[in-house]
């Protein structure tokens, strides 16, 4: 059974960086997506970024667009990881970790339905 297992999370200052890890237990032909959603108290879960496994091409939501970066790292295991650079207080939220099959392109799984695979969530909280 493929798990995803998140890091990284915690509290910062606004203004501040973060970066979240995700690693996935084996790497596996099922999984060439990864991605990151997030989900805010009293709102829904919503798409963050993700990455192709396999190519490295990227698709970002347009609230973190140049502020976030994704990369991966093929080794043993696929590490993603999700850089975060000058947070606000709207930033803060659980952050998943999400994996899926291959897509035409990366702007094509921005969607939860895309990814059938889930990590358990970190916690980001962003101080003002």
């Known amino acids: 059974q493929v798990q995803l297992v998140e890091s990284g999370g915690g509290l910062v200052q606004a203004g501040g960086s973060l970066r979240l890890s995700c690693t996935l237990s084996?790497?596996?032909?099922?999984?060439?997506?990864m991605g990151w959603f997030r989900q805010s108290p009293g709102k829904e879960r919503e798409f963050v970024a993700n990455i192709k496994v396999s190519s490295g091409s990227t698709y970002y939501a347009d609230s973190v667009k140049g502020r976030f970066t994704i990369s991966r790292v093929n080794a043993k295991n696929t590490v993603v990881y999700l850089q975060m650079a000058s947070l606000g207080p709207e930033d803060t939220a659980v952050y998943f970790c999400?994996?899926?099959?291959?897509?035409?392109?990366?702007?094509?799984?921005?969607?939860?339905?895309?990814?059938?695979?889930w990590g358990q969530g970190t916690q980001v909280t962003v101080s003002s």
């Open positions: 084996r790497r596996t032909f099922e999984i060439d997506t």
């Open positions: 999400a994996a899926g099959p291959w897509v035409d392109s990366a702007r094509a799984a921005s969607a939860e339905h895309d990814y059938t695979r």
